[in-house]
């Protein structure tokens, strides 16, 4: 059966995913993989939870703010074998991929590359994450293709909301909670229902 869980915040800035009755399904690290090692953690049980994991990033970003910068440098081959090397750190690790529209894991040929050829790796799949502002124009067109092609062999799929930040070249698509951006949550939810695996959590940002 499907879970439900939502995505939190404790007062020292821990993001987790966590069922409502407080049980921690796994915990959220902002770090960058390229270039930073992943972070271990005490716990006092035999089963730590997973970490939630940035596919990883080239050029510039404010994490905190949810931007990042547009990469040229993502299409390069060495891109490309950076990519092959942070995925296996990653699966190798237990951990669940975030893919992001200006990662390396950026869009759904990616993702779907990644489940073909690494067929362990678990996926947290944030529609709005992987939206450029160019796409939210034709946004509920978009959302059909993500959710459609991703939402059943997910990990977990997040329902939050994408707003745009910036102007020009800066600009950006962040994610946001549900009503305030431009996404029909109506529909998304929907989406998500529909399409869904047995085993894919739903997840809703607060």
Not at 52 to 81: H, I, N, Y
Not at 124 to 142: C, G, K, R, W, Y
Not at 162 to 167: E, L, N, W
Not at 198 to 203: G, M
């Amino acid at each position: 059966m499907t879970e439900r869980a939502r995505w939190q915040q404790s007062a020292t800035g821990e993001e987790t995913i966590a069922l409502d009755d407080g049980t921690i399904l796994a915990r959220v690290w902002a770090g960058n993989p390229v270039r930073e090692p992943l972070p271990f953690y005490e716990r006092d049980d035999r089963s730590p939870e997973p970490l939630v994991c940035w596919s990883g990033w080239l050029d510039d970003a404010r994490p905190a703010d949810g931007w990042f910068e547009r990469s040229a440098s993502a299409w390069l081959p060495s891109a490309a074998t950076e990519r092959d090397r942070v995925v296996e750190t990653l699966v190798e690790a237990g951990a669940i991929i975030r893919p992001h529209a200006r990662h390396l894991i950026s869009d759904i040929p990616a993702c779907l590359n990644l489940l073909r050829q690494q067929p362990e790796a678990k996926l947290l799949i944030e529609p709005a994450l992987f939206f450029e502002p160019s796409m939210v124009a034709t946004s509920d067109e978009q959302l059909v293709r993500i959710v459609e092609s991703l939402a059943g062999s997910a990990w977990g799929v997040v329902l939050s909301d994408v707003a745009i930040r910036g102007d020009g070249d800066e600009a950006g698509c962040v994610s946001v909670a549900a009503g305030q951006g431009r996404l029909d949550m109506a529909a998304l939810r929907a989406l998500v229902a529909e399409h869904a695996g047995p085993n894919t959590r739903l997840i809703e940002r607060t």
